[in-house]
C-alpha cells in the first residue's frame, strides 16, 4: 500500500509561483509513474504532468508547458509541481497519483493510477 501526502497549495494572485509536494510512504524509486492531476466543480479530473521512474520522461499538459515543472526528491521521497506564472484558470484542487507500472501514453488517464492523496487547495485570482 502507498501512501501519498500533498501540501504547498494555498492563495495567489496571477503572475505567482507556488511549489506542491508530495510526500510518498515508499521508497519513491519503488513507484514507476507518478503524476499530478487537478480538478475544479466545473471539470473532471484532468492530468498536469506526470514523470516516470527515477525522475524520467516528465510530460505535460499543453496548458502548463512552460510554466510548470514536474520532479522527484528521491532523498526526500517526494515528488513536486513548481508552479510559475500562475493564471486563474490553473485554479482547482492539486491531486498527487502514483502507479506501480511504467508510465505510458495512459499517463494522462486517472484510471491508469492506483492511489491517491486527500488534495491541496490551489486558488489563483486575478
Known amino acids: 500500500q502507498v501512501q501519498l501526502e500533498e501540501s504547498g497549495g494555498g492563495s495567489v494572485q496571477a503572475g505567482g509561483s507556488l511549489r506542491l509536494s508530495c510526500s510518498v510512504s515508499?521508497?519513491?524509486?519503488?513507484?514507476?509513474?507518478m503524476g499530478w492531476f487537478r480538478q475544479t466543480p466545473e471539470k473532471s479530473r484532468e492530468a498536469v504532468a506526470s514523470i516516470g521512474h527515477r525522475g524520467l520522461s516528465p510530460k505535460y499538459t499543453d496548458s502548463v508547458k512552460g510554466r510548470f515543472t514536474i520532479s522527484q526528491d528521491s532523498a526526500q521521497n517526494t515528488l513536486s509541481l513548481q508552479m510559475n506564472s500562475l493564471r486563474s484558470e490553473d485554479t482547482g484542487i492539486y491531486y498527487c497519483?502514483?502507479?506501480?507500472?511504467?508510465?505510458?501514453?495512459?499517463?494522462?488517464?486517472?484510471?491508469?493510477?492506483?492511489?491517491w492523496g486527500q488534495g491541496t487547495q490551489v486558488a489563483v485570482s486575478s
Open positions: 497519483a502514483a502507479h506501480t507500472d511504467w508510465c505510458n501514453d495512459n499517463w494522462s488517464s486517472s484510471n491508469y493510477y492506483h492511489y
Open positions: 515508499i521508497r519513491i524509486d519503488r513507484i514507476y509513474c
